[in-house]
């Protein structure tokens, strides 16, 4: 099944069309079909639909392949993390990012009240704190860009630091996402994606992915989706292939979008900040005036959808502090926004009409 090994030598764009392709046969279709099936017939090594199916083994032969290891994919990205987190012992220390997804604190909140984890808090840009936190550590959990925060790791060197402390280093690689950062390059045992968001990128399917190098992990990690249910559907799986397949045009036209929009708006006077790591889809703003100044712009856009998530090829904004579970020291007034595929010139000209409606220009007479 896998033509992973003859596909090496490609770039990750021919990649992204070609991994995960069924055998080429007289008359064998081009995409591997949604396989709706709860079981097999016996004597094969899958057997039943929670051990594997061949529609979601398609998809992770192409993201394994970007990703440079072998994929697991899960039902949605908090089950990707669950599934890592569930590798940490009773007792176990795990160094997270103060600011990461929401869902993954949650995560952590439980993990600390229930089987009473000690949770190591740092900031992913302080690589010795973060080096100085992985001495006794299980687990270096790290997310850059972090959610929604946008602060970027050195992940060559908190990779040097896990291992060196014997910890297992995962990363979120959600926000990069799999054609700008290649954690498993950068000594992560474990690379973890929502796909939810730009792999497949059209806002209308949930999944998650683990890819590592290491057989004996990378089992355990199958058989926490095994044991848990966390699986994907078979149509799921289908069409985040079928988005994956456009990530590289998708992200090179929302990336140059992006880019435009923090420059267009760097120094806006209805804005604290505008964030932006120089790579990526996600520009973070923060709207003077706080939480009601920044609800008016997301609630003031005509091309801007207001919703939560990220990735689609439709532009989405939201203000972060509107989730009670958003980290405290996230700012009131910051508003997150995933740029999409519309005209530049329309998504700036609609964010630049909402803030000056937000926050009208002072008077300079
Ligand atoms: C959305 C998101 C998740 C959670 O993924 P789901 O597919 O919604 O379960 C995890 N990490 C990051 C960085 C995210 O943005």
């Known amino acids: 099944m896998t033509h992973h090994d003859d596909l090496h030598d490609l770039h990750p764009e021919t990649l992204a069309v070609h991994a995960g392709r069924p055998e080429r046969v007289p008359d064998g279709p081009l995409n591997t079909p949604v396989h709706l099936t709860s079981t097999y017939s016996a004597g094969g090594p899958v057997a039943y639909g929670r051990y594997g199916n061949p529609s979601w083994t398609a998809f992770e032969e192409a993201l394994g392949a970007l990703e440079g290891g072998r994929c697991v994919s899960f039902a949605?990205?908090?089950?990707?993390?669950?599934?890592?987190f569930d590798l940490v012992p009773t007792g176990g220390v795990v160094v997270a990012?103060?600011?990461?997804?929401?869902?993954?604190?949650?995560?952590?909140?439980?993990?600390?009240?229930?089987?009473?984890?000690?949770?190591?808090?740092?900031?992913?840009?302080d690589a010795p704190q973060v080096a100085?936190?992985?001495?006794?550590?299980?687990?270096?959990?790290?997310?850059?860009?972090?959610?929604?925060?946008?602060?970027?790791?050195?992940?060559?060197?908190?990779?040097?630091?896990?291992?060196?402390?014997?910890?297992?280093f995962a990363v979120d690689n959600t926000f990069a996402g799999p054609l700008l950062q290649h954690p498993?390059?950068?000594?992560?045992?474990?690379?973890?994606h929502s796909a939810t968001k730009s792999i497949a990128g059209h806002s209308d399917v949930l999944m998650g992915a683990v890819i590592g190098r290491d057989d004996e992990l990378l089992a355990r990690i199958e058989q926490r989706r095994r044991l848990n249910g966390a699986i994907p559907g078979a149509f799921e799986a289908f069409l985040a292939l079928r988005g994956l397949r456009t990530l590289p045009v998708r992200l090179e036209r929302m990336q140059s979008t992006a880019r435009a929009i923090a420059e267009r708006l760097d120094g806006h006077p209805a804005l604290e900040e505008v964030r932006y790591p120089g790579f990526g889809t996600i520009v973070s703003i923060v709207v003077q005036g706080g939480a009601d100044a920044a609800e008016r712009v997301a609630e003031s856009t005509r091309v801007w959808l207001h919703a939560t998530s990220l990735g689609g090829v439709?532009?989405?904004?939201?203000?972060?502090?509107?989730?009670?579970?958003?980290a405290e020291t996230i700012p009131e007034g910051l508003v997150r926004l995933s740029v999409g595929l519309e005209h530049p010139d329309d998504l700036v000209r609609d964010l630049e009409r909402a803030l000056d409606a937000a926050a009208p220009p002072v008077a300079t007479d």
């Open 97 to 125: 990012p103060r600011h990461s997804y929401t869902g993954t604190i949650g995560q952590l909140d439980d993990l600390a009240a229930a089987r009473e984890v000690e949770v190591r808090y740092i900031d992913v840009r």
């Open 314 to 326: 439709e532009s989405t904004l939201e203000r972060r502090r509107r989730w009670p579970a958003e």
């Open 76 to 84: 949605s990205g908090i089950a990707a993390i669950a599934a890592v």
């Open 184 to 192: 498993l390059d950068s000594g992560a045992h474990l690379s973890v």
């Open 132 to 168: 100085d936190a992985a001495a006794g550590a299980d687990l270096v959990w790290i997310e850059s860009p972090t959610n929604p925060a946008l602060e970027v790791a050195d992940l060559e060197a908190i990779g040097r630091a896990a291992r060196d402390a014997g910890a297992l």
